[in-house]
């Protein structure tokens, strides 16, 4: 079945550091694939997303590029801010009735 | 103004009790959803609703059963609740469930202890 993998969190980094954080799928059909984040206390919003191979999705400073040869779409930024300690979700759809299969969910921590 | 809320934030519950969850999304989208997500952090989707239609209800116990007066609203309500059904419970809407890009909108969640 379909499956998403996320590196094991807490991640811990030091302001202005570079931030990856792994995600590999395993999926029949061609899927769509996204970052979510979440905030202490909130709902999930969308941080970026990718529809087809090659395809390179980006928002408030974070990246990532759909790879099918390696099956991942792992999450960069270049220079952390506190602002961003959060939980990321790594997720993808492949049918049309919009179930969200996620990954586990990587914590990170970011301090001053 | 919230384009999906959830009421109530907080649900403090016994064992054996039967509750209700509400969802009301002012987006205009076509579909709305339930997410269980449990104390690890783990997201996994239970029902899915389009203009009224069930369209996903994943292996969920008969005890969970949604309710969709208009498309604007999908309520969750939980009969003879268990220790395990403690999680926060998320309602998210999207635009199109057969688009596959369109993005989930997600509410702030229900956090739901029985205890």
């Known amino acids: 079945g379909n499956s998403v993998t996320q590196m094991e969190g807490p991640v811990t980094l030091s302001e202005e550091a570079f931030l990856t954080i792994n995600c590999t799928y395993t999926?029949?059909?061609?899927?769509?694939l996204f970052w979510y984040v979440q905030y202490p206390g909130e709902g999930l919003q969308l941080l970026l997303k990718a529809t087809k191979a090659d395809d390179k999705g980006s928002n408030k400073g974070f990246e990532a590029t759909y790879r099918k040869e390696t099956t991942s779409f792992h999450l960069e930024k270049g220079s952390v801010q506190v602002s961003d300690s959060a939980v990321y979700f790594c997720?993808?759809?492949?049918?049309?009735?919009?179930?969200?299969?996620f990954g586990q969910g990587t914590t990170l921590q970011v301090k001053p | 103004d919230t384009a999906v809320s959830q009421t109530p934030k907080y649900l403090v519950t016994q064992m054996g009790n039967d509750k209700s969850i509400k969802c009301e999304q002012n987006l205009g989208h076509d579909t709305m959803y339930w997410y269980k997500q449990d104390s690890k952090k783990f997201l996994k989707i239970m029902f899915s609703y389009n203009n009224k239609e069930l369209i996903i209800n994943e292996t969920v116990p008969n005890r969970f059963s949604p309710k969709s007066p208009d498309k604007a609203h999908l309520n969750l309500h939980i009969n003879s609740l268990e220790l395990g059904d403690s999680a926060v419970y998320f309602c998210?809407?999207?635009?199109?469930?057969?688009?596959?890009?369109?993005?989930?909108?997600f509410g702030p969640g229900t956090r739901l202890t029985v205890t």
């Open positions: 999926a029949t059909g061609y899927p769509s």
């Open positions: 998210a809407s999207s635009q199109d469930q057969a688009v596959r890009s369109y993005e989930q909108y």
């Open positions: 997720a993808l759809t492949t049918s049309n009735t919009g179930k969200l299969i």
